[in-house]
């Protein structure tokens, strides 16, 4: 004899929720006594928010706009609205609690806004705009609701520039690998080149530089965030899914390595021309492509490696159903 157990309805502010999301809450808490009042009060919090991190929204902007390394800084807003979008579907949560967490994080987001005050440095500012964000969310909706839509906010530090010293840092090592690994090949097969530093001298003189903006980093940027919204969404076993993540730096390195090389080929082989310009950028765009191809034969081999059925039912943190729908590339 089968017994189903009935769970209580969740609620906000003692009332039911069909489903947790935050306009339905907002519509939920206008129609309660005093539910205006909060509402308005949660107004003049956001805005004050946006008053003291103003700077940090125009910062984003501008680097967005003028630095083509995070040209994708627009997309991942929306990107994270799509994960918060697909994590209210799965259905109602309770909100409840959060006023510890929630407090630590304004408290330390506010502590690093201040900061920034007398040591203007933008990335400390970037870095407590989200930390705000997480605790300000928190506070209002619940540790159950961080449990759930944790995820989705956190990715939004994909869109926050890196300091030009730690950029540059990852970036001047990545240029000489890449020029040295693009030498072995070309001299491989059978195009000698000669390499000192990020400078290749190619027959008759030829030269190619491997700049700043061409060490891979963009691809590293873009591949990390692609790998890591894979591995949320994907029911693969937990080391899968840190293996997918951890694929975006040797795909990243090999399709700048790949585009280094094709570029000396066409300027050894054809003309130094179709080498710079739109046919640079067509260049960049075939080896994403190729990446997005190395990246999916990676995956393929995972599914080759057996394992318990990944489509078994689980239940996230909040105690919700987790997700049932399955990325593969």
């Known amino acids: 004899?089968?017994?189903?157990?009935?769970?209580?309805?969740?609620?906000?502010?003692?009332?039911?929720?069909?489903?947790?999301?935050?306009?339905?809450?907002?519509?939920?808490?206008?129609?309660?006594p005093g539910g205006k009042?909060?509402?308005a009060a949660i107004a003049v919090c956001l805005a004050i928010f946006a008053a003291a991190f103003m700077d940090n929204l125009v910062h984003f902007v501008h680097v967005w706009t003028t630095d083509e390394n995070y040209s994708h800084g627009f997309l991942v807003p929306l990107i994270s609205l799509y994960f918060a979008v697909q994590a209210a579907r799965r259905g109602p949560i309770?909100?409840?609690g959060g006023m510890i967490i929630g407090s630590c994080l304004l408290t330390c987001a506010m502590i690093l806004r201040l900061i920034t005050i007398p040591l203007p440095i933008p990335f400390l500012?970037?870095?407590a705009f989200l930390a705000g964000a997480l605790g300000g969310?928190?506070?209002v909706m619940g540790r159950r609701a961080l449990a759930r839509y944790w995820f989705p906010i956190l990715f939004l530090g994909f869109m926050i520039p890196l300091p030009i010293a730690l950029y540059s840092r990852i970036a001047s090592p990545l240029q000489l690998l890449a020029s040295q690994a693009a030498s072995t090949v070309m001299n491989a097969t059978g195009v000698p080149v000669l390499c000192e530093g990020n400078h290749m001298t190619l027959p008759g003189g030829v030269q190619l530089f491997v700049a700043e903006a061409c060490s891979g980093m963009r691809q590293l940027t873009g591949f990390l965030a692609l790998t890591t919204a894979m591995a949320?969404?994907?029911?693969?076993?937990?080391?899968q899914r840190l293996a997918v993540m951890a694929s975006a730096l040797p795909i990243a390195l090999s399709a700048n390595i790949a585009r280094v090389v094709l570029t000396g080929y066409i300027m050894h082989y054809c003309n130094a021309r179709y080498a710079?310009?739109?046919?640079?950028t067509i260049e960049g765009l075939l080896m994403m492509g190729f990446g997005l191809a190395m990246l999916s034969a990676f995956c393929w081999l995972l599914d080759?490696?057996?394992?318990?059925?990944?489509?078994?039912?689980?239940?996230d943190a909040d105690g919700s159903p987790a997700r049932q729908s399955e990325v593969k590339l």
Do not use: N
Request: glycine share 8%; no cysteine; charged share 15%.
């Open 1 to 32: 004899m089968s017994h189903a157990t009935l769970q209580p309805e969740p609620s906000y502010h003692g009332q039911p929720v069909s489903v947790w999301t935050p306009w339905g809450a907002l519509e939920q808490d206008l129609g309660e």
């Open 37 to 39: 009042a909060r509402a």
């Open 94 to 96: 309770p909100i409840q």
């Open 125 to 127: 500012g970037d870095v």
């Open 137 to 139: 969310f928190t506070l």
């Open 232 to 239: 949320y969404l994907t029911l693969r076993p937990l080391w």
């Open 276 to 280: 710079s310009g739109a046919f640079h």
């Open 304 to 315: 080759q490696i057996p394992s318990r059925d990944a489509r078994a039912t689980t239940t």
